[in-house]
């Protein structure tokens, strides 16, 4: 019995040491989630308003003027951009991530995947070390995958500034982007995004056709301001998956905590019984000594 006991306090021991963790790291994740959310949240605006005015102006001038990055052309080599976390116990943020991109390059991509034309560009430690175990040998690019060291827009528009170049070289025809949206701490929105060709607004029927004019010129704009937007595109697309791997992570271990004081309470109640059955079985050896003592 006295080895049920050692044992019991053994398990509480070990479950207060792992939920004083998870409170330390629900705690960090929360601060850096703060500072993650206020990133996201300033520039969200600004890039959907610059997004809107892209896909207006492209599907304006379609027919009038060549856009390069909005050249629509048969999918045959394919660029797709995962965005995962670098490191887990985020809860399901990262399986389902990597789900969707399976997804895509099962149901989607299939035949540039059959013909090999897909390359999968990882950002994030765990989509990259989740393909290379179970796709040895296939085109994955995995210099980006610490890019959340030094998350800022140089870093990020040195990447988009390559796929932007590879999709205009004719490298590429077509750049998909996989992340997560972030929407509050306990809400994520997983999104597959095509980042190239640049999709063209969608009007309703009714709606006004827009009239731009173009200062200093049309040329000036198509070279300089749309790769721009596209940059701050790709900067959102990282601030959105930062702040929604702190958001999961903080839940996650929020969960954690929780999960700990409900254990808690049932080892207590293990360990009360079996003390109580110990100290009775005692009790009853005492009692059945002594009334042996009597008899002789």
Do not use: C, W
């Not at 044992?7 to 004083?20: G, L």
């Not at 040998?137 to 995995?142: K, Q, V």
């Not at 079985?281 to 002594?290: D, K, Q, R």
């Amino acid at each position: 019995m006295s080895g049920k006991l050692k044992e019991v306090r053994s398990r509480i021991s070990s479950v207060q040491n792992t939920q004083q963790i998870t409170k330390a790291m629900k705690l960090v994740s929360a601060a850096k989630l703060r500072r993650a959310q206020d990133a996201i949240i300033n520039m969200r605006p600004y890039a959907n308003k610059l997004q809107s005015i892209m896909g207006s102006i492209t599907a304006a001038l379609q027919g009038e003027v060549e856009i390069k990055l909005a050249e629509e052309r048969p999918v045959e080599k394919v660029l797709l951009v995962l965005i995962t976390s670098d490191r887990g116990l985020a809860g399901s943020y990262n399986s389902n991530l990597i789900k969707l991109a399976e997804k895509l390059m099962r149901e989607d991509y299939a035949e540039a995947v059959a013909n090999g034309q897909l390359t999968l560009m990882t950002i994030g430690k765990r989509g990259k070390d989740y393909f290379e175990r179970r796709l040895p040998g296939s085109a994955i690019d995995s210099r980006y995958s610490t890019l959340f060291h030094t998350l800022n827009f140089k870093a990020v528009s040195a990447v988009a500034n390559e796929i932007i170049e590879r999709f205009e070289n004719g490298e590429i025809d077509r750049v998909s982007v996989v992340y997560s949206e972030f929407k509050n701490a306990a809400m994520q929105i997983f999104r597959d995004i095509q980042y190239l060709p640049i999709p063209k607004e969608k009007h309703e029927a009714g709606d006004q056709e827009q009239d731009y004019i173009f200062e200093p010129g049309l040329s000036l704009m198509i070279e300089e301001l749309i790769p721009k937007i596209l940059r701050t595109q790709f900067y959102k697309f990282m601030l959105d998956a930062n702040a929604s791997e702190h958001g999961a992570r903080m839940t996650a271990m929020d969960k954690a905590t929780e999960n700990a004081s409900e254990l808690l309470k049932d080892l207590k109640i293990s360990y009360n019984r079996a003390r109580q059955a110990a100290i009775t079985t005692e009790l009853t050896e005492i009692v059945s000594g002594a009334a042996a003592l009597e008899d002789l």
